[in-house]
T-cell receptor, first 111, second 116 residues
Framework: LAKTTQPISMDSYEGQEVNITCSHN???????ITWYQQFPSQGPRFIIQ???TKVTNEVASLFIPADRKSSTLSLPRVSLSDTAVYYC????????????FGAGTTVTVRA | DAGVIQSPRHEVTEMGQEVTLRCKPI?????LFWYRQTMMRGLELLIY????????DSGMPEDRFSAKMPNASFSTLKIQPSEPRDSAVYFC??????????????FGPGTRLTVL
């Protein structure tokens, strides 16, 4: 079971780029890395998913080095509404997956 | 699609009472997950189903907890008898493996359970 480690919290200001790194040292060959965002009183929401190198969508970018033992979620030009908890998730296996949610990183964006 | 639907949104009960939480997954999704979230323990996976069959219930805390999925559009999580330490937010999530990857789960709004 791939255990994930993330920073507990990060502070930023509006317009800055926020980078959150997740460590997953024993990730398996067929595991995917997924990031979720959670606002207070809501369920987590999918942000981005990747397997290797770089993935980009309209919300964020995900950087995964060759050894895949870590990944970095990049949020460009954050706004106050990006204040949330961000979870790193490593999926184990294909049809039988033991899910490992990290403890989450609380990102606070200030004006 | 309306997304994952959970009911009730809030539940307050007394210790010893039976509690039943309900979930309707997104149509066409073949995986369903039940999670519990507390400040102390974060987000914990309790059980998940694939095509209505329980695959892994190792996260279920004890025999007081049970989950069923009688058909593809409905699942329940039951706690009997309930205890104050069961107070938490319970989330249901669903996904379809292969469409966007194995772990793209869509979460419901959650049920906030308070056991007095």
């Amino acid at each position: 079971l791939a255990k994930t480690t993330q920073p507990i919290s990060m502070d930023s200001y509006e317009g800055q780029e926020v980078n959150i790194t997740c460590s997953h040292n024993n990730i398996a060959t067929n595991d995917y890395i997924t990031w979720y965002q959670q606002f207070p009183s809501q369920g987590p929401r999918f942000i981005i998913q990747g397997y290797k190198t770089k993935v980009t969508n309209e919300v964020a970018s995900l950087f995964i080095p060759a050894d895949r033992k870590s990944s970095t979620l990049s949020l460009p030009r954050v706004s106050l509404s990006d204040t949330a908890v961000y979870y790193c998730l490593v999926g184990q296996g294909s049809n039988d997956y033991k899910l490992s949610f990290g403890a989450g990183t609380t990102v606070t964006v200030r004006a | 699609d309306a997304g994952v639907i959970q009911s009730p949104r809030h539940e307050v009960t007394e210790m010893g009472q039976e509690v039943t939480l309900r979930c309707k997954p997104i149509s066409g999704h073949d995986y369903l997950f039940w999670y519990r979230q507390t400040m102390m323990r974060g987000l914990e996976l309790l059980i998940y189903f694939n095509n209505n069959v329980p695959i892994d219930d190792s996260g279920m805390p004890e025999d007081r907890f049970s989950a069923k999925m009688p058909n593809a559009s409905f699942s329940t999580l039951k706690i009997q008898p309930s205890e104050p330490r069961d107070s938490a937010v319970y989330f249901c999530a669903s996904s379809h493996y292969g469409r966007e990857g194995p772990d793209t789960q869509y979460f419901g709004p959650g049920t906030r359970l308070t056991v007095l």
